[in-house]
Each structure stands twice: as structure tokens, then as C-alpha cells.
């Protein structure tokens, strides 16, 4: 099992920017791929962004060329980088390790988008 602490959200203006970042613990060897993914309220669970160990890296078409993912698979944190932010982005964002034994998901962070 993957414990995820995530930290960053919080309230913005519209075009404004955030960092989101996830720390993981616990079994990290078996995590292959990490992400982050968002639910707005009434809507499914969606992905934003996703980062192999490989380095590779897959994003929504709703946040291509805004948002940015990176990842530290020494410090074993992934980041997401969201700028030109729009009320849209508004939803709970929640942190995702996956691998050959494990699916985990952190606790989930806020992000706010004001018009």
C-alpha cells in the first residue's frame, strides 16, 4: 500500500496559477505510474495528468498546453503545475499511485477558480 499527502490548493482568480504536490510513502518500489486526477461536484472522476517512472507523460485535451506534470522518483513526490486557470479547472484534485500491486489515492486538495 501507497500513503499520498497532497498540499496546494486553495483559491485563485481565473488565469491565475497553483502547484500541486504529492508526497508518497510506503511501498514506492511498486508504483510505476503517478497522476492526478479531479472531480468536480456532480461529475465523474476524471483524469488530469499522468507520469510514467519512465518519465512519460499523458494529459486531458481540457488542460494541454496549461497544466504541467512533473516528478521526483528520488524524493518520490509527483507535482502538477496549473497555469491559466479557469473556473472550469474547479474541482477536488486528487493524488493517484499505480502499479503491478497497488492503486492508492490521497485524501484529495481543493482548488478553487474564481471568475
Known amino acids: 500500500q501507497v500513503q499520498l499527502v497532497e498540499s496546494g490548493g486553495g483559491l485563485v482568480q481565473a488565469g491565475g496559477s497553483l502547484r500541486l504536490s504529492c508526497a508518497a510513502s510506503?511501498?514506492?518500489?511498486?508504483?510505476?505510474?503517478m497522476g492526478w486526477y479531479r472531480q468536480a461536484p456532480g461529475k465523474q472522476r476524471e483524469l488530469v495528468a499522468v507520469?510514467?517512472?519512465?518519465?512519460?507523460?499523458n494529459y486531458a485535451d481540457s488542460v494541454k498546453g496549461r497544466f504541467a506534470i512533473s516528478r521526483d522518483n528520488a524524493k518520490n513526490t509527483v507535482s502538477l503545475q496549473m497555469n491559466s486557470l479557469k473556473p472550469e479547472d474547479t474541482a477536488v484534485y486528487y493524488c493517484?499511485?499505480?502499479?503491478?500491486?497497488?492503486?492508492?489515492w490521497g485524501q484529495g486538495t481543493q482548488v478553487t477558480v474564481s471568475s
Open positions: 507520469i510514467t517512472s519512465a518519465g512519460n507523460r
Open positions: 493517484n499511485a499505480r502499479g503491478r500491486l497497488v492503486n492508492d
Open positions: 510506503g511501498s514506492i518500489f511498486s508504483i510505476n505510474v
